[in-house]
């Protein structure tokens, strides 16, 4: 978990969070530094070891609606100190960091971009989204394609897929099925869907 997380839902709650933004903005911030204070020292104590390639750094920051958090209160709580702990591990230990965020981020891409993460993750960032905001999301995630930054999105709308994705895992049970871009998939002129339906289990497991 990251900074916002951990101090949104196990220190302060989300209800108490939203008040004291408004009535101690300081306090949130002590506390978010304090939390930010921790996970760097983390980093630090294991940045080093040989056989650590990099920082899967997870943190749900959105609803479908949009995020948890403010685009303005994002950049004066977290920008800087997400900007240097991933300066650190990178410039200083040659590690990866990678970004983990559900829900609709839209606003905060940019700030991803700018942060420097290696590669952004997410899980169906588009599920239950009017078809506007869809579309919206989409054009960000090629924004973030486009200014380097490779994007794992975990999907089950076979449309989107085929939207965004310069490659396609198709996972059953825990195990690659078939893997391939999308012209490669789609040569016997099948859809996606049609390709996922023929070498996946139908069978529904507990």
Known sequence: SGVFEISAEALLGFDN?????????????AVF?????????????????????GFFQGEDLGFKTGPLIGPAAFRDLFLEANKERVRSVKGRHGKKVVKHCCGNIAMLLDFFVEIGFDAYQSIQPTAGMDPHSRRSVWSLVRDLRDAGVSVLLTTHLMDEAAELADRIWIIDHGRIALSGTLTELTADGGSLEDVFLAHTDSRMRP
């Open 33 to 53: 530094n304090r939390v930010g204070g921790t996970l760097d020292a983390f980093y630090r104590n294991v940045a080093g070891l040989d056989n650590l390639g």
């Open 17 to 29: 969070m939203s008040y004291l933004l408004a009535d101690d903005p300081r306090l949130v911030e």
